[in-house]
């Protein structure tokens, strides 16, 4: 359910648009010049009209394949999220390991912006994302652990594994990312970390010290203890990672999220995963694009690049994008308009399909 204009369409196989719109007429199809056809419509009245008519669809012309050599290939920070159960204590955790940089007295950056941000320890960056562990953030949790490297899952050590634990483990499980437990509220009367570690083992969690593969911490993030053992352990297991990217490459990455701000127009949170992102380059991010006007990092800052693993703020887009969308830079302002404008074509007719299915199910839901 993709596809063209009727009017696109005549000028594409070279025939009156009136004469489409006559046979879509005959087959029930009551279209005008400026409504779109769907690919099927596209194939079957190209084939009626005696034309062998192929849909390419916006995805594969525009298909790219990365490929980098090993020599391009340069050492890049971790992108670690923070994963689990609603109110086991993730931004408390986040909120602690950034007060610990700025007490360290690091250079960079240490704040926090919507869901990314940046901490430098021994001058060694890390990007942070924090998920929400309501059970309605499935999507954005699932998205979290496909653009990281490391998760780190949450458990409060009072409340022991829920559902949400569980989800986030699979996450990671279906992402093959590494867990790093951070057992946290150590500090409370209830708190029990050996019965969090048992009861992981059972979703194939195991502690290294059970001679499994994920390393522990307990932790509180309310009294900051041991919030200097969180952040070595996410170092170490990074390190183990030996993590890379290409930094000489047009920008490439994901929405991490996004939004139209009053005063600013539409601003897109990036994670740049490879390549580096400028000011003045051309960005497809889903059905958006735009030249980028600036680049602003988690500090506020505007800055002139963006590096793999940085996340930073896109102003200058079109439109809003949808977080978990892929963005990517072009050379040729036109390709990238086409990309995003064929795609938002088609986001609207499968939009369209699916209300049209809601009218007919509620149709017959009332005969
Ligand atoms: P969601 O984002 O809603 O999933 O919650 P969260 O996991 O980010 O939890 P958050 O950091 O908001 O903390 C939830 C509550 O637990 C807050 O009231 C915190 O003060 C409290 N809390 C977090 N860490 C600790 C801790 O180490 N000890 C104690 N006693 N309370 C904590
Ligand atoms: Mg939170």
Same mark, same amino acid.
């Given at each position: 359910p993709q596809g063209t204009t009727v009017a696109k369409f005549a000028e594409l196989i070279g025939v009156p648009p009136n004469d489409v719109i006559k046979r879509l007429f005959m087959l029930g199809q009551v279209l005008t010049l400026t409504q779109s056809m769907g690919d099927d419509l596209v194939e079957l009245i190209a084939d009626d009209m005696g034309r062998k008519v192929r %849909?390419?669809?916006?995805?594969?012309?525009?298909?790219v394949?990365?490929?980098?050599?090993?020599?391009?290939?340069?050492?890049?920070?971790? %992108?670690? #999220? %923070?994963?689990?159960?609603?109110?086991?204590?993730?931004?408390?955790?986040?909120?602690?390991?950034?007060?610990?940089?700025?007490?360290a007295g690091e250079a960079g950056g240490i704040t926090q912006h919507i869901g990314a941000s940046v901490v430098e320890i021994d001058g060694k960056q890390i990007t942070f994302i924090d998920t929400p562990g309501h059970e309605a953030f499935t999507a954005m949790r699932a998205r979290g652990a496909q653009v990281t490297d490391?998760?780190?899952?949450?458990?409060?050590?009072?409340?022991g594994v829920m559902p949400q634990t569980v989800e986030a483990i699979n996450h990671a499980k279906a992402a093959e990312v590494p867990i790093v437990v951070a057992v946290n509220k150590i500090d409370k009367p209830g708190a029990n970390p050996d019965r969090v570690r048992q009861e992981?083992?059972?979703?194939?969690?195991?502690?290294?010290?059970?001679?499994?593969? /994920?390393?522990?911490?307990? %932790?509180?993030?309310?009294?900051?203890?041991?919030?200097?053992?969180?952040?070595?352990?996410?170092?170490?297991?990074?390190?183990?990672?030996?993590?890379?990217? /290409?930094?000489?490459a047009e920008a490439s990455g994901f929405v991490i999220e996004a939004n139209l701000d009053k005063g600013r127009g539409p601003v897109a949170t990036v994670l740049v995963q490879r390549g580096t992102l400028h000011p003045g380059d051309i960005v497809v991010a889903g059905t958006s694009y735009g030249r980028v006007r600036a680049l602003v990092n988690p500090?506020?800052?505007?800055?002139?690049?963006?590096?793999?693993?940085?996340?930073?703020e896109i102003l200058g887009l079109n439109s809003v994008p949808v977080a978990g969308d892929e963005f990517?830079?072009?050379?040729?302002?036109?390709?990238?308009?086409?990309?995003?404008?064929?795609?938002?074509?088609?986001?609207?007719?499968?939009?369209?399909? #699916?209300?049209?299915?809601v009218s007919l199910d509620d149709l017959f839901s009332r005969i």
């Open positions: %849909v390419v669809s916006p995805e594969e012309e525009y298909a394949v990365y490929h980098d050599k090993d020599e391009d290939l340069k050492p890049r920070p971790p %992108v670690v #999220t %923070v994963m689990g159960h609603v109110d086991h204590g993730k931004t408390s955790l986040l909120d602690a390991i950034r007060d610990t940089g700025v007490a490391v998760i780190v899952l949450v458990v409060a050590a009072d409340d992981l083992v059972e979703y194939g969690v195991i502690p290294e010290e059970w001679g499994g593969t /994920n390393m522990f911490v307990e %932790v509180s993030a309310k009294q900051r203890l041991h919030i200097d053992d969180v952040l070595e352990t996410i170092i170490l297991q990074a390190d183990v990672l030996e993590l890379k990217a /290409n930094p000489d500090l506020g800052k505007h800055v002139d690049e963006a590096y793999p693993a940085d996340p930073v990517r830079v072009f050379d040729d302002e036109r390709d990238a308009r086409k990309l995003a404008e064929e795609r938002a074509l088609r986001a609207r007719l499968a939009e369209q399909e #699916t209300k049209s299915h």
